[in-house]
């Protein structure tokens, strides 16, 4: 099946520092890959949609200067948290989609962020 | 706005017994429906799909039924296993410039009782 692997899985940063995340697509290629973040019990809640070669799309409410994605190749997307604060602090997963039309996402295990 | 809304926050069932994992939305404009299986500090697992043409979907022991008119779907498992304890979300997929964007909801915790 399709794997997408994400890294580092846990990252723990002291304020004002920047962190980035990676997003592979292992065996298949990603034109399109999604960003989203959990809140603890809540909800996945879209951040952005990376795409290869372009500029990303950011969801209402997200700061795109605040969370910078580069999307460089049909395999790896980043998302780099940049001066991070503690109410940055979440569990990030990115997710690329296998094939066209109404298939079905696949995740990576997620990042969990620790900024203090 | 919460388009897509899972409303009972925790479930618990006997093992052997079915569970009903309920989900509705607002948005008539989602045409793919999909349910996640998700333990904790680990990325959401896919289960099974729908389009909104059919209204029942099924995959071994999980089933999915659609009610377009209700903006009702809702996931069967039948039986229930210990392992299937974890957070089910349901999610839905429309059309947004070109690409499809995936609302999730918030929620179900399914613990299956031994």
């Known amino acids: 099946g399709a794997v997408v692997s994400q890294h580092p899985s846990w990252v723990i940063c002291k304020s004002g520092t920047s962190v980035k995340i990676e997003c592979r697509s292992l065996d298949f290629q990603a034109t399109t890959m999604f960003w989203y973040r959990q809140f603890p019990k809540q909800s996945l809640m879209l951040m952005a949609t990376?795409?290869?070669?372009?500029?990303?799309?950011?969801e209402q409410g997200v700061e795109k200067d605040k969370f910078l994605i580069n999307h460089a190749s049909l395999t790896l997307s980043t998302l780099t948290v940049t001066s991070a604060h503690p109410e940055d602090s979440s569990f990030y997963i990115c997710?690329?989609?296998?094939?066209?039309?109404?298939?079905?996402?696949?995740f990576g295990n997620g990042t969990r962020l620790t900024v203090t | 706005d919460q388009q897509v809304k899972q409303n009972s926050p925790s479930l618990s069932v006997q093992e052997g017994r079915i569970s009903i994992l309920n989900c509705d939305y607002t948005n008539s404009m989602f045409d793919y429906f999909l349910w996640y299986k998700k333990y904790p500090a680990e990325g959401p697992t896919f289960l099974i799909s729908i389009s909104s043409i059919k209204d029942k979907n099924e995959d071994g022991r999980f089933t999915v039924f659609l009610n377009k008119s209700a903006k009702h779907l809702s996931l069967h498992i039948v039986p229930s296993q210990p392992g299937d304890s974890a957070v089910y979300f349901c999610a839905a997929s429309e059309d947004s410039g070109g690409y499809q964007k995936v609302t999730f909801g918030t929620g179900t915790k399914l613990q299956v009782i031994p």
């Open positions: 990376s795409n290869e070669g372009s500029k990303a799309t950011y």
């Open positions: 997710s690329a989609r296998v094939g066209s039309y109404n298939s079905p996402l696949h």
